[in-house]
């Protein structure tokens, strides 16, 4: 049986709210963060065509951010661990009346092969994806055998003080920059009201070689 879940809804400029079950018990994956409703919120935006266009996200959790750029037009696969499949299915079905483009959720574990996963999309969407030093270079890996040189990745993340974590993102900044070029999307071109000074959305695209 599942384990009792909470929904929190999440408005949307156009239409209905995103209604988004999440679980009570459990680790990382399983509520909707801050910055996975700035990232969405930023979609909503405009500032990026999302009709049409191939999007993945990695470490979806519960699929917010995807689900929210499938009802923006995209063809969105959401990515997270085995034990997240059921709450991401969940949350599409839930949801599936609101896409206007496409959304489905697969299995993919940082570092392993990608294969299936190509040909590059256009966006990589990622919502609080630093925080653990052993994944660093998995999702490193991860994020350079699925970029081709016209993906723009996201990366939205809270900017957290406590114990390692600005040691952990200094690193992940550092080997980002090997292979890719960065940019700060500026907090005015945040959604007006889901914004925060803590929470930062970087915009990374390959280096040209």
Partial sequence: AAMAGFVRELERRAGPALRLEQRAAGG????????????????ETGACPLARRQVLELGAGTGAVGIMAATLGANVTVTDLEELQELLMVNIENNKHLVTGSVRAKVLKWGEDVTEFQPP??????????YYEESLEPLLKTLKDLTGPDTCVLCCYEQRTMGKNPEIERKYFELLQRDFELETIPLERHDEEYRSEDIHIVSIHRKHT
Avoid: Q, T
């Fill in 28 to 43: 990382v994956g399983c509520v909707v963060w801050d910055a996975a409703l700035v990232l969405a919120k930023f979609l």
């Fill in 121 to 130: 999309p256009d966006y990589i969407l990622m919502a609080d994806c630093i």
